[in-house]
Nanobody
């Protein structure tokens, strides 16, 4: 069965940096897109960044060049590097892994808290 496990997260001061990683496993066909969503209290879950198997990336407008998404296809792992964090980046960050075979489906991690506060 497919598993998606995040690591990283925690408390960081405004302007600081942080790294998240997420390992997906259990799909004999591998994974297509990997990426990150976030959900702040009282808000809907929103896309942060995604990366395709060929390395092409998409970012939400609010990222404004502060975050970098990358992946290691050999390890089925996706990374999210945060720079210049702002208090409004405080949220639970969820990793996802998309399969296209045998079915098109997104698998989610359990979420990891990122808190930006002085």
């Amino acid at each position: 069965q497919v598993q998606v496990v995040e690591s990283g997260g925690g408390l960081v001061q405004p302007g600081g940096s942080l790294n998240l990683s997420c390992a997906a496993s259990g799909s004999i066909f591998g994974f297509n897109a990997l990426g990150w969503y976030r959900q702040a209290p009282g808000k809907q879950r929103e896309l942060v960044a995604r990366i395709s198997k060929d390395g092409s990336t998409n970012y939400a407008d609010f990222v404004q060049g502060r975050f970098t998404v990358s992946r290691d296809n050999a390890k089925n792992t996706v990374y999210l590097q945060f720079n210049n964090l702002k208090p409004e980046d405080t949220a639970v960050y969820y990793c996802y892994a998309q399969t296209v075979r045998p079915t098109l489906r997104m698998y989610w991690g359990q979420g990891t808290q990122v808190t930006v506060s002085s």
